[in-house]
C-alpha cells in the first residue's frame, strides 16, 4: 500500500501522541505508588485519577491509530521540547509531603505543556488533516487545564512551610 | 532478537514497588533501565542486576530479571565473578557514590583496568542517604549539612569520570536523572559495548541535598562525538565541572578474559591425578 | 626412639638449593616405593637466604614432624641457629659437614658425631658448574641405597629448563656423591607398596576441588595458600574453568559468589588475614544461600603473625567470625592425603547445603610434601530429589521446606527470576524485617545444616581405650603417635580426630566418647579455641583437659604423651 505524505505526517503525530499519553499515564502510576509509599493519600488519589485521564486519552489516540502503521521509535528517538513529553511529570519535581494544591499546579503545568506541545506540531506541520488532530488534541488540553485551574481554585489555602518536620530521616540500612 | 512480543518498559518492572522518596533522582535511572531493555529487546531471563547497599542499590528488586543484591561496596565483584563465570548473561552492575568509590573504591578502579564486559551504573548524589545523609567521596567539600562533617568534609571531592579514565575505563559517559530517556540511551549503547562500560549518573538527593534541584540549570548535554584521545579526555575530565552529559569516551580495547577461554581438556580432572603418581 | 623413621635435615644459604636436593631424595625414594614428608624451613629472605630440608623417611605414612634428626647435613652453617628448635640433634646423630667451618655451639653441645665432607671442594673439583647440593643428593642416595641412574633421572628432568653445561654438572656431583664411601650408618626404614603419589596438601586440596566439580576460582595472593591458587590456575585451563586474580580478598570471596550465584561452582582460597576480611561476605553467601567454598591454610596469627609456619589458631574466626547468626560449614583435612577427601566433601556440601563451607588447611599440611598411597575420594553425592520450583512467576527462592533446602534455579532459568539477597527476606526473597519472616529464615538456615545427615565421616576413631584424645585437622597425626607412645607405656587410647567441625556432631561425639574416663584435648593454638568450643556444646561426664601449643614449632607426639601420662599419673596418685 503506497504512503501518503497525509499519512506520514500523521503517523508520526500519532507516534508521538501516543507516547505523550503513555509516557503521562506510567509516570503519573509510578507517582501515585510512590506516593502511597509515603502516605500522602490525596495526592496518591490525585495522581492516579491523572493517570486514569491519560488512559483514557490514549484509548482516543490508540482507536485513531488503529488502522495505521505507526514508526517504532525508541524512547529517546521522540522529538520533544524538553527532556521528557509535555505531560509527564519529571520525578524530581516530587517531593512526600506535596500539597494537593502543588500536585494539581504540577499537573496543570503538564497539561499547558501539552496544549502547547500540540498547538504547535499544529502549526508547524505542513499537512492539514494532522494540524486538525493536533489542534483537537489541544483543545482538550486546554479544557484539561481549565478544569484544573476550577479544583485549584476550590481548594482551601494550604500552609507555607509544608517541607518542615519535626522528627529526623530514618536510617533504613 | 526474536519474533516474540515486543515488550515495553513497564514489562521490565518488577511487582515490587519502589521505597525511594518521591523526588528522588534513581527513578529516573529505574526508568531509564527499563526503557533501555526494551529497546534492547534484552530476555530478562538472562539479564542479572548486582548491587551493594544504599539506596540505589535496591534497584535490582524492582527490575523483572535476575538480581543480586549483596554487600555494602562489593557489587562490582559479584558482577565481575558472576560474568567470566556465565559470558553468556547480560551483567549490570548498579550502585551509589559510597558505596562505589569509597567502600568499594578498590573494586571500581581495578572493573576499569579488567576490562569485563558489564554495565556499571554509578548513580551519585554526593550522600550516603540510607544513613541520614553524610558526605560522600564526591561532596563538595564545603557541604556542612552533615553533624558528622558539621563544617563540610574539607576535602576535594573525586572526580569520578578522571579516575575511571586514569583506572583504563574504555567506556565513560555521564546521564542526568532529570533526562531519563537520554540516561536510557546510554544504558543500550553501555550493554552493547563489548567491554566495562561506566555510566556516571548525576542522580539528585531531595532530602538530603534539596540544593541538587539546582542542577537542572546548569546541566549541559554533549552531541559531541566522544573522545577517543586519552590525553584530551583527561585534560576534560580534570577540569570540568562535571556537568556535561552524554558518551565522553570510547576506546576499543581487549576485553578480559579473552573470549573461549574455558574449553575443557579431554579427560582433564583424570590426567590432573595421573600427574601426581610416582 | 628412631626405629620407626628416618629424620634428615639438609641446610644451607645462598642459593645452595638444599630444597631441590631433598625433593629430589623424596621423589627417588618414592620411586623405590618408600614413604616420607619433606617440610621446608626458610628465613625471612626472598632469596638467598638460609634455608633447610626436612626429610622424614617412614614405614607408614603417619606423618608428623621429626621429633629429633638422624642426620644433618650442613652445606654450611650460616644462620643455622634459625633452626636450632626444630633440628634437634643428640649423641646418637650424624652431622655431614666441611670440617673446616666452625660447628655452632649447639650442635657441640649435643655431641653428635662429625663426619667430614668437603662439599665446596669436591663439588668444584668434579665441574667447573659444580653445586654442594647435588654433590650432597648423591651422598644422601647412597645411605639410603638409591641408584644414582635414578637421581641423575630426576634430576635431569628438575633441571630440563637449564644450560646444558648447568645440568651435566649436575650429573657429575651426583655420580661423584654416590661413588664416596662414608663412615655413617643410617637406620632406613622398609619400603612400602610401589604406585604411591608425592603431593603436597595445598595441591591436593586443589586436585579435591577440582574433582568435586569447582570450576571458577577468585584469587588474592597470600602465604601459606598462594601454592592452592597457583595449582589451581593451570588445572582449571585444563578442566575448562577460569580463574580470577583479585584485587583483594573482599573481591575475591565477593567474585566466588557472582560466579557461584551464575550456577558455576566456585571455590577461593586464602590464610587468616584474608578469612578475616573475607568474613562480611561469607556471611552474604550464607544469608543469600550462595554455596561457596573457601580453603583457609591456617598460619601463625594474629595479625601478619608468622606467615611460613604453621598454626591451628583460625578455629575460631571460622566457626564464630560472622556477624550476626549464620550457620555454615566448617571442615578440617587430617593430613595430606586427606586434603583431597575433604575439600571435595566440603564443596559437595556447600552446593547440596546452599551455603559457605570453610575449610581449615594449615601450613603444615598445606606446603609439606608426602609421598602417599592413592588419596581417598569422596564419593559423588547422590542427586537429590529435583525440586520443583513451581509455576512461572510463582517462585519461591527461600520457600520453607521440610529440609530447609529450597529449590535453586540460576539465571538463564526461563520464568523464575528472583533477587539474591543479603537483607533478610521473606520466602520470595524480598526485603523484609519482620519477627516472622526473620525467626522463620534463621530456623532455615540453621536446620538445613542439622537435619543433614553427614554420615560417618565427620571423624576419624582409633582405638577404644578410657582416654579420649580429641583433635582436629593436621593435629591428627601427632595425636595418634602420641597415642601409640601412651599404648606402650600401658595407656589404652581412643583418638577422636574431627573433620567436621560445624555442624558438630555433638551426638555422634557424644556416642563416641561414651565409656571414657578423661577426655584430652588437643591443638595447636595459644588460647585452647576446641577446647572452648567442645564444653561450649557438649555437657561432659568425664574431666576435660587442655592441650594447647601454640606453633611455630609442630606439635611433639612425645610431649603430648609425656602430657596426658603425667595427667593420668597424678589423677591415681590423688
Same mark, same amino acid.
Given at each position: ?40 493519600? /490525596? ?24 488502522? $495505521? %502503521? ?14 521528557? /513529553? ?11 509531603? $506535596? ?25 508547524? %506541520?505542513?499537512?492539514?488533516? %494532522? ?19 476550577? $479544583?485549584?481554585?476550590?481548594? /482551601? ?11 529526623? /530521616?530514618? $536510617?533504613?540500612? | ?16 514497588? +519502589? ?67 556465565? +559470558? ?101 549503547? #553501555? ?33 559531541? +562525538? ?27 580495547? #581487549? ?13 582433564? +580432572? ?9 | ?100 667451618? *666452625? ?28 653445586? &654442594? ?71 591436593? *586440596? ?10 571458577? @576460582? ?51 582460597? =586464602? ?21 561457596? =567454598? ?89 542427586? =537429590? ?11 519461591? !527462592? ?35 524485617? !519482620? ?43 601427632? &595425636?595418634?603417635? *602420641? ?7 600401658? @595407656? ?51 574431666? @576435660? ?30
Amino acid at each position: 500500500m503506497a504512503t501518503t505524505a497525509t499519512d506520514s505526517a500523521l503517523a508520526n503525530f500519532l507516534a508521538h501522541s501516543l507516547e505523550l499519553e503513555s509516557e503521562a499515564r506510567e509516570r503519573y502510576g509510578e507517582l501515585a505508588e510512590s506516593m502511597d509509599a509515603h502516605h500522602n493519600r /490525596p495526592v496518591a488519589d490525585f495522581f492516579r485519577r491523572m493517570a486514569a485521564e491519560a488512559e483514557h486519552h490514549l484509548q482516543e489516540v490508540a482507536a485513531l491509530a488503529g488502522h $495505521m %502503521t505507526l514508526p517504532q521509535l525508541k524512547a529517546w528517538e521522540f522529538d520533544w521540547p524538553d527532556a521528557e /513529553p509535555p505531560e509527564t511529570a519529571s520525578y524530581e519535581a516530587l517531593h512526600y509531603r $506535596m500539597s494537593l494544591r502543588q500536585a494539581m499546579q504540577l499537573a496543570l503545568a503538564n497539561e499547558h505543556a501539552a496544549e502547547r506541545y500540540y498547538r504547535e506540531f499544529a502549526n508547524r %506541520t505542513g499537512d492539514a488533516g %494532522t494540524a486538525a488532530v493536533a489542534n483537537r488534541f489541544a483543545d482538550e488540553e486546554s479544557g484539561h487545564a481549565a478544569e484544573l485551574e476550577r $479544583m485549584i481554585a476550590a481548594l /482551601p489555602a494550604s500552609g507555607l512551610h509544608l517541607r518542615e518536620e519535626d522528627d529526623e /530521616p530514618h $536510617m533504613p540500612e | 532478537m526474536t519474533d516474540a512480543i515486543r515488550l515495553k518498559a513497564k514489562d521490565y518492572k518488577s511487582e515490587v514497588k +519502589p521505597i525511594w522518596c518521591p523526588g528522588c533522582g534513581h527513578f529516573s535511572v529505574h526508568n531509564a533501565i527499563t526503557k533501555a531493555m526494551a529497546a534492547l529487546g534484552i530476555d530478562k531471563d538472562r539479564t542479572v542486576l548486582v548491587s551493594g547497599i544504599g539506596c540505589s542499590s535496591r534497584l535490582p528488586a524492582y527490575v523483572d530479571s535476575y538480581g543480586f543484591h549483596g554487600v555494602h561496596g562489593r557489587g562490582l565483584a559479584i558482577a565481575q565473578g558472576l560474568k567470566v563465570a556465565r +559470558p553468556d548473561l547480560t551483567v549490570l552492575a548498579l550502585g551509589g557514590d559510597g558505596d562505589g568509590f569509597s567502600i568499594g573504591g578498590n573494586h571500581f578502579i581495578h572493573a576499569c583496568r579488567r576490562n569485563v564486559d558489564i554495565t556499571y551504573i554509578a548513580m551519585d548524589n554526593e550522600v550516603y542517604g540510607m544513613t541520614k545523609g553524610q558526605a560522600s567521596p564526591t561532596t563538595p567539600m564545603d557541604w556542612d549539612h552533615s553533624k558528622l562533617t558539621p563544617h563540610g568534609p574539607g576535602v576535594r571531592p573525586f572526580k569520578p569520570a578522571a579516575l575511571a579514565l586514569a583506572s583504563g575505563a574504555p567506556w565513560i559517559a555521564r546521564g542526568y536523572s532529570g533526562n531519563p530517556n537520554q540516561i536510557a540511551k546510554l544504558i543500550a549503547e #553501555a550493554v552493547e559495548f563489548p567491554g566495562f562500560s561506566f555510566l556516571h549518573v548525576m542522580s539528585q538527593c531531595i532530602t538530603f541535598c534539596p540544593e541538587q534541584t539546582d542542577w537542572k540549570a546548569i546541566v549541559t548535554e554533549s552531541e559531541a +562525538p566522544p573522545l577517543a584521545d586519552a590525553d584530551e579526555a583527561a585534560k576534560q575530565f580534570l577540569h570540568e565541572d562535571g556537568f556535561q552529559t552524554g558518551l565522553l569516551y570510547r576506546e576499543q580495547r #581487549a576485553t578480559w578474559p579473552p573470549p573461549g577461554a574455558t574449553a575443557a581438556e579431554e579427560g582433564a +580432572p583424570g590426567k590432573l591425578a595421573a600427574a601426581f603418581r610416582v | 626412639m628412631s626405629t620407626r623413621y628416618l629424620s634428615i635435615a639438609i641446610t644451607g644459604a645462598g642459593g645452595a638449593g638444599v630444597i631441590s636436593c631433598g625433593e629430589l631424595l623424596l621423589r627417588a625414594w618414592a620411586r623405590e616405593g618408600g614413604r616420607g614428608l619433606l617440610r621446608k624451613a626458610y628465613g625471612p629472605q626472598i632469596r638467598g637466604g638460609e634455608s633447610a630440608a626436612l626429610l622424614k623417611l617412614t614405614a607408614d605414612e603417619r606423618y608428623t614432624a621429626a621429633s629429633r634428626y638422624d642426620a644433618v647435613v650442613a652445606l654450611d652453617w650460616d644462620n643455622f641457629t634459625r633452626f636450632e628448635d626444630e633440628i634437634v640433634l643428640d649423641a646418637d646423630s650424624w652431622v655431614l659437614c666441611d670440617e673446616a667451618q *666452625a660447628l655452632p655451639p649447639a650442635v657441640v653441645a649435643a655431641g653428635a658425631r662429625v663426619v667430614d665432607v668437603p662439599f665446596d671442594e669436591l663439588a668444584a673439583a668434579c665441574h667447573p658448574e659444580g653445586r &654442594v647440593n647435588m654433590l650432597a643428593l648423591g651422598v644422601l642416595g647412597r645411605l639410603l641405597g638409591l641408584p644414582a641412574t635414578t637421581l641423575a633421572e630426576l634430576a635431569g628432568q628438575k633441571l630440563a629448563g637449564k644450560p646444558r653445561d648447568y645440568r651435566d654438572a649436575a650429573t657429575a656431583c651426583i655420580e661423584l656423591g654416590a661413588a664416596r664411601d662414608i663412615a655413617c650408618q643410617l637406620p632406613v626404614p622398609p619400603m612400602g607398596n610401589k604406585g604411591a603419589w608425592y603431593l603436597s596438601g595445598n595441591q591436593a *586440596a586443589g586436585l579435591g576441588a577440582l574433582e568435586a566439580g569447582i570450576r571458577f @576460582v577468585a584469587a588474592y595472593p597470600i602465604t601459606p595458600a598462594s601454592d592452592v591458587l597457583e595449582w589451581m590456575a593451570g588445572g582449571l585451563e585444563r578442566v575448562g574453568g577460569q580463574l580470577v586474580q583479585a584485587e583483594d580478598e573482599l573481591a575475591a570471596i565477593n567474585m566466588t559468589i557472582g560466579a557461584a550465584f551464575g550456577g558455576v561452582p566456585a571455590f577461593t582460597a =586464602t590464610s587468616g588475614p584474608g578469612l578475616a576480611l573475607m568474613t562480611e561476605s561469607i556471611g552474604l553467601a550464607v544469608a543469600s544461600e550462595t554455596p561457596v =567454598t573457601i580453603l583457609n591454610v591456617m598460619r601463625g596469627g594474629p595479625s601478619t603473625g608468622i606467615p611460613t609456619k604453621s598454626e591451628q589458631s583460625d578455629l575460631n574466626i571460622a566457626l564464630h567470625g560472622l556477624h550476626g547468626d549464620a550457620p555454615h560449614l566448617v571442615l578440617a583435612p587430617l593430613d595430606i592425603a586427606d586434603c583431597v577427601f575433604t575439600t571435595g566433601w566440603a564443596v559437595q556440601l556447600a552446593q547440596r547445603l546452599q551455603t559457605a563451607a570453610i575449610v581449615l588447611s594449615d601450613q603444615f599440611i598445606g606446603q609439606s610434601t608426602a609421598i602417599v598411597s592413592e588419596p581417598r575420594r569422596c564419593a559423588p553425592f547422590a542427586a =537429590t530429589p529435583a525440586q520443583d520450583p513451581g509455576e512461572e512467576g510463582a517462585y519461591l !527462592r527461600y520457600r520453607l521446606t521440610g529440609s530447609g533446602v529450597s529449590a535453586l534455579v540460576t539465571p538463564g532459568d526461563a520464568g523464575h527470576r528472583f533477587t539474591a539477597d543479603g537483607l533478610e527476606h521473606n520466602e520470595k526473597g524480598t526485603p523484609s524485617s !519482620r519477627q516472622s519472616d526473620h525467626q522463620r529464615q534463621l530456623a532455615k538456615r540453621q536446620d538445613k545444616l542439622t537435619a543433614f545427615d553427614f554420615g560417618g565421616d565427620w571423624a576419624q576413631i582409633d582405638g577404644d581405650g578410657p582416654v579420649a584424645l580429641v583433635s582436629f585437622g593436621s593435629s591428627a597425626a601427632a &595425636v595418634t603417635e *602420641a597415642a601409640n607412645q601412651l599404648a606402650e607405656s600401658g @595407656v589404652a587410647t581412643r583418638v577422636i580426630s574431627l573433620r567436621l567441625l560445624a555442624p558438630l556432631q555433638t551426638a555422634a561425639l557424644a556416642a563416641a566418647l561414651e565409656g571414657c574416663s578423661r577426655v584430652f584435648v588437643v591443638e595447636q593454638n595459644h588460647g585452647g579455641q576446641l577446647f572452648h568450643y567442645l564444653r561450649g556444646q557438649l555437657d561432659f561426664g568425664q574431666p @576435660v583437659h587442655s592441650y594447647a601449643l601454640a606453633g611455630p614449632v609442630p606439635l611433639s607426639p612425645e610431649n603430648i604423651a609425656q602430657a596426658v601420662a603425667t595427667v593420668i599419673a597424678e589423677a591415681t596418685r590423688s
